[in-house]
């Protein structure tokens, strides 16, 4: 009952933090601006949407092949449909609570192939810190080719927008009483969890740098490995293809270069890490990156990042709830054992 409450609570403090960003965005906004938002993706061409859409269609279902080849060396070769199925519906669990579809998925492949789950979660535990490796890499070659305006904006953006807003804060009394108070608070209460503090940094730090090596040595233990390469390229080839297509869909983003679709790629995927699905943060941050870095006008940015996130969210929508009914469907015989 505790359980239930506390994923509640987590669902509702999340859902809150995408419906907050969203309201962020658009509170300034007038109606007309609004309408202007609507208009563009009214007119937008919708057949590089639905090409995105196919795209991101095919990447899942090549993430399942890779998820088989993970599995095939501890002697566990499930269905192609049922890996592919349990794929969707844990990404369709994202959307209540992030991080949740890696346990949904393996649960579901424990059902109906038998699969352990402690054993499944392992190959989910080395896939996600093989992605992160790619996109580490990605962001190394994002700051290769577009590290002076990457770098330039975030200097005006980040760094001298939160010195003068600190300058103006420091001119008043309470606020300067306020940060001594909770300075003072910090550091005894770190002096005091000192060694606690030191020693569980130290333990997730290593433990992220092992997760990552894992990753990495998993891919000499696949029964394939070049095919298991390969199926990795495919994978973030085509969620870049899946971003760098809707730019064609509008006026405002068509000269974009395949570059800024890694861009996008690389920072938007912080979004869908801290936010179910992305909600909110996604657009927020895409849109930050097309009118600050790339002078993209602020209508066709929102049109752009509001598209894309919808699209996406409409296929795992959909491929979400048809997988789960065709799994019952499909198992019956599991089911019924």
């Known amino acids: 009952m505790k359980q239930q409450a506390l994923s509640i609570l987590k669902f509702l403090f999340f859902l809150s933090i995408g419906i907050l960003l969203i309201w962020l965005a658009l509170r300034n906004k007038t109606q007309g601006e609004i309408d202007n938002i609507k208009l563009a993706i009214k007119q937008a061409d919708y057949f590089w949407i639905i090409l995105s859409v196919v795209v991101s269609g095919l990447r899942h279902y090549f993430r399942a092949l890779r998820w088989k080849l993970f599995l095939k060396p501890l002697g566990y070769v499930p269905k192609t449909s049922n890996t592919f199925f349990a794929l969707m519906v844990g990404y369709l669990a994202n959307f209540a609570l992030p991080r949740l579809g890696e346990v949904t998925r393996c649960g579901l492949l424990t ?67 306020g940060i001594g108070v909770f300075l003072l608070l910090f550091f005894a209460t770190f002096f005091y969890f ?43 080839l085509m969620y870049i293809l899946q971003v760098y297509v809707c730019f064609f869909a509008f006026e405002g983003t068509f000269h ?82």
């Open 111 to 177: 059902k109906y192939e038998k699969v352990p789950f402690t054993e499944g979660f392992g190959t989910v535990i080395a896939e996600r810190a093989l992605d992160m490796i790619c996109l580490i890499l990605l962001f190394l070659t994002i700051l290769a080719f577009e590290f002076e305006r990457i770098s330039g904006i975030a200097n005006d953006l980040i760094f001298n927008t939160v010195s003068e807003k600190v300058h103006l804060l420091f001119k008043k009394q309470l606020f300067v009483i």
């Open 194 to 236: 000192r060694k606690k503090i030191g020693s569980l940094f130290s333990a997730k730090l290593m433990g992220f740098i092992k997760g990552l090596w894992d990753g990495l040595k998993s891919i000499k233990n696949v029964d394939k490995p070049l095919v298991f390469i390969f199926q990795t390229i495919l994978i973030w």
């Open 256 to 337: 974009l270069s395949f570059v800024v679709a890694i861009v996008i790629v690389v920072f938007g995927s912080l979004g869908v890490i801290a936010v179910p699905g992305g909600t909110g943060a996604y657009q927020a941050i895409v849109i930050q990156i097309l009118t600050a870095v790339y002078f993209v006008s602020t209508t066709m940015a929102f049109a752009y990042a509001w598209a894309v996130w919808t699209s996406q969210f409409l296929l795992i929508l959909f491929l979400g709830l048809i997988s789960l009914l065709l799994l019952a469907i499909l198992n019956k015989e599991v089911k019924n054992k």
